[in-house]
């Protein structure tokens, strides 16, 4: 085995990048997978920190340096299991999570090597296993008789429902679109995330015996109380956040071919049978995209809009406008970095006061105004001020506004004692149990924290099914005294 200076001298390489003039025609992944030998050099430069540092910044705290360590030996299942211990979702947190931000920002070979690629390690070697021997299948404990409903089919509903499977619950998923998946299949964009990774998931969940049902929309059409009716013992809740900011610009919500970042990478980024019947069964389900396309925001959804744009029609400009500049830009440095090099510009400092129509309704331009910086917001972040008198005319014919999400209110509004902060996110008594205001509601992910990461949504999802599982079995226990049955105690339970 190679020691620790050899180790340091390992030069960093990426995995490559389709070049952005070809994967501007296609919707195919932009970073291409490591071969096997070279990702078995790349995680040599690991040095297997003692106190691993980027764990400690992982929010699900993978075990990195051991992980790193098997796949820098060639043993791929190892490296594979050694992720999933901790995490629901490693081939996909391995391709979207933040990683600068989190385990290679905290990589102790920075700043006189490039940080250890763990993200690309994480994606490489999910991907390897699954391709060659599918997902290692978990062992279920034995049947427990209890029984869970789960609202939303996003990254925290698959991660409760899987964790509350192999523990031996029955657990049935709720959504609705057409599809499982949520966030994962109807919000990323393909050229980041494999399709095929999502149906995968949900083929290895279905064959853990979880069963979903989809065009399910839990709210006003079938009350959370129907569930309890249908005899779940609990119901999960992570529905996410789906609902669209409002600029409260004129023209935003009346004019033609003006979308919400939902619609607009729904509908440009899926074929049609994945689609919901009211887009599927438009003369042209594709958004428009003719000439000149804006998208208004600076984060990742932003990011994926104006790349989305560039996809639907390479021919077309592309404006990415943001009312702060560059640097206050809260979306990944690698998703700007692809944007630009697939032809997006960027207008900084920018901000609509409206948006303009033609006589039949259809969007032509956008008015905007300049900013500049102004005193920092109660986060830190310098508030955009309007310059008067700095108007002007971006002509365009397709608007699409990303500019952040929060939970839809139809559940809390439809669910007695159910309780929300003033900006509709559930509250909980802790992200460490995922515990609602009703004893017989947990809830985790963006419908708990506001729109955020993947990793953070399975993170809460994990803890809260431990709840669920502790809570399950003492109604069980409860249950079977009651009836005179033997107990819990008969049964080898997980307890992890
Ligand atoms: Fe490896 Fe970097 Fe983590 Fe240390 S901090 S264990 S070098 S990935």
Known sequence: MINRRQRFKIEAVKPPKQDPQERVHNFNEVSQPYTPELAMEQAQRCLYCDHAPCSKACPLHNDIPAALFLLGQGDFIGAALKFMETSNLPDVCGRICPQEKQCEGSCVVVPRNPAVCVGKLEAFVIDYVRKN???????????TGMKVAVVGA?????????????????????????YPGGLLLYGIPGFKLNKDIVFSKITYLEQMGIRFVCNYRV??????????????????????????????????????????????????????????????????????????????????????????????????????????????????????????????????????????????GKVVAAECIRMRLGAPDAKGRRSPVPIEGSNFIIHCDTVALAIGYSPETAIPETTTNLKTTKWGSVIVE???????????????????????LVVTAVAAARKAALAMHQKLMAMRDKKCRVLGEPGPSTVVLSTE
């Open 154 to 178: 996003g990254p925290a509903g698959l991660a409760v429902a899987e964790e509350l499977a192999v523990r031996g619950h029955e657990v049935v998923v709720y959504d609705m679109w057409p």
């Open 219 to 360: 709210g006003k059409e079938h009350p959370v109380e129907d569930l309890f009716k249908q005899g779940f013992d609990l119901v999960f809740l992570g529905y996410g956040a789906v609902k669209g900011g409002e600029m409260k610009v004129p023209g935003e919500d009346t004019l033609q071919n003006v979308y919400q970042a939902t619609e607009y990478l729904v509908r440009g980024n899926l074929s049609p049978e994945l689609l919901p019947d009211v887009w599927r069964n438009l003369p042209d389900p594709k958004p428009h995209c003719t000439g000149v396309t804006i998208v208004i925001g600076g984060g990742d959804t932003a990011m994926d809009c104006v790349r989305t744009a560039r996809r639907l029609n390479p021919g077309a400009k592309v404006y990415c406008v943001y009312r702060r500049s560059e640097v206050e830009m809260p979306g990944r440095y690698e998703e700007r970095i692809n944007a630009v090099e697939e032809g997006v510009q960027f207008e900084w400092l920018t901000a609509p006061v409206k948006f303009i129509g033609d006589d039949e």
């Open 133 to 143: 021997y599918g997902y290692p299948m978990r062992e279920k404990a034995a049947p």
């Open 430 to 452: 802790s992200e460490e149990t995922g515990l609602t205001t009703r004893e017989d509601l947990y809830a985790a992910g963006d419908n708990v924290r506001g729109a955020d």
